[in-house]
């Protein structure tokens, strides 16, 4: 027996896509905004410091841009060639933007290390008028997508522009600091500081994007627990070559093949009943592919038996 079931929950997803795809497209407009203000103030005020943070947003717009298309095809339904949907392209999406973003803080880094060695005056004034209007833009951003922090493309935005709000802070900070001390080092020391902070959350991102990618298991769950789950149900004798994966954002999936004895066709149907009942209320899975078999196991498969948990070989 074969099964496969899921709960794709359609109208949820729409709607919070919706909301999602509105939060995008103003966070596009005022980040274009903001990074034409910190170039001209910037190369005005000759501070690295706000000419590396509007690089820096300045690439917000094509990662903004990518998670807004992303999140449009999320909720498109299964076709004849993507038998899954769309959903991945979120996770592709986070998976570019980190890319991104690694080119950018090693970008910012190079420049500020260049400025470190010959400082040049900058004009405060125009540096903490621009941190002020930064902070307003990149800390809205970070508030409106705060309930979409579960999706990972979302997820990578949000991050994103609160290490901006922050650098933003630095920045309003730093300018102070170059006002009342005149020490020149302050601002490239900033861009520097920016240019770490990026680097950080761009790994970050790119492990976890890469990870789903290559269909690896949810970092919450542990297989042994999953497999010690599926046993507790009544009749379950043995199951093996268990995969689970995640789909898209919310959305894992696992397939497995459970060995049950000879009984008729609806004492098995509940048994499958049950292992998707656990599964769904236990980890939150609920897309499921599982395979009945009372025959032997097959040659180099790992199993999970009730008496010894834990992968093994035959």
Not at 72 to 97: C, M, Q
Not at 189 to 196: T, Y
Not at 203 to 215: M, P, V
Not at 252 to 261: D, E, N, Q, T, Y
Request: contains cysteine.
């Amino acid at each position: 027996m074969h099964s496969h079931g899921h709960d794709p929950g359609k109208a949820h997803s729409h709607g919070h896509a919706a909301g999602s795809g509105r939060v995008l497209a103003g966070a596009m407009v005022a980040t274009l905004a903001l990074v034409a203000a910190e170039f001209a103030a910037g190369t005005l005020g000759h501070s690295i410091a706000l000419v590396s943070d509007g690089v820096h947003n300045l690439t917000d717009l094509p990662t903004i841009a990518i998670s807004w298309i992303a999140v449009r095809l999320s909720v498109r339904p299964p076709t004849a060639e993507k038998t899954y949907g769309y959903h991945r392209s979120g996770i592709l999406a986070a998976f570019v933007n980190a890319i991104l973003l690694v080119l950018v803080a090693v970008y910012i880094l190079f420049e500020s290390y260049e400025r470190m060695r010959r400082p040049v005056e900058v004009h405060t004034t125009l540096m903490l008028w621009v941190a002020v209007f930064a902070l307003c833009v990149n800390g809205g951003i970070t508030l409106a997508l705060v309930n979409g922090k579960k999706d990972l493309n979302l997820r990578s935005i949000l991050i994103h522009n609160f290490g901006d709000a922050l650098s933003n802070v630095a920045i309003f900070a730093g300018a102070l600091a170059i006002r009342w001390t005149g020490a020149r080092w302050v601002d490239p020391a900033i861009g520097m500081a920016i240019g770490m902070m990026v680097l950080w959350t761009a790994l970050g991102i790119l492990r976890e994007s890469s990870h789903i990618l290559l269909e690896g298991l949810p970092r919450n769950l542990k297989l042994e627990d999953v497999a010690q789950t599926i046993l507790g149900v009544e009749s379950v004798t043995e199951v093996h070559d268990i995969h689970v994966w995640t789909i898209g954002a919310e959305l894992p999936a696992l397939s497995c093949h459970v060995r049950i004895p000879d009984m008729h066709m609806e004492d098995s149907e509940r048994i499958l009943m049950a292992i998707r009942e656990r599964l769904a209320e236990q980890f939150q899975i609920t897309h499921t592919t599982i395979q009945f078999e009372r025959a032997g196991l097959p040659p180099e498969a790992g199993y999970f038996m009730p008496e010894s948990i834990g992968p093994a070989r035959k």
